[in-house]
């Protein structure tokens, strides 16, 4: 049974652009340990086909991922698909920024942040 999955498109503040089912292929891989990747096959690219805009699969918020490449032949003609690819929203997680807090530790004992 071959099934079209929608794809619905967000940009970078999560606000909805559109839906999409015109595309030659769609593989989404989900990983337990770490996170999963997506690639997307398609003949012309659309205005919400941008890195860093996210992707949701059948509005199912277990299948999102954030697009992070797009591969194209630079000839028009080639017959060859573009490629959207990207990781699941796990990935975030890896680019995750921290903030180091030091502590001064005084005669008293007594810590200070700075």
């Known amino acids: 049974m071959d099934r079209r999955i929608e794809i619905r498109f967000f940009d970078q503040n999560l606000k909805f652009i559109g839906e999409e ?48 490449r797009i591969e194209c032949s630079d000839e028009d003609e080639s017959g060859v698909p573009i490629t959207i690819g990207g990781y699941t929203l796990l990935h975030l997680l890896t680019q995750r920024i921290t903030r180091l807090q030091v502590w001064h530790t005084t005669a008293s004992t007594s810590r200070q942040k700075i």
């Open 21 to 68: 089912d015109a595309y030659q292929g769609l593989e989404f891989i989900s990983n337990w340990t770490k996170y999963g990747t997506f690639q997307i096959f398609v003949d012309k690219l659309t205005k919400q086909m941008k890195v860093g805009n996210y992707i949701m699969l059948d509005n199912d918020r277990r299948k999102t991922g954030i697009i992070k």
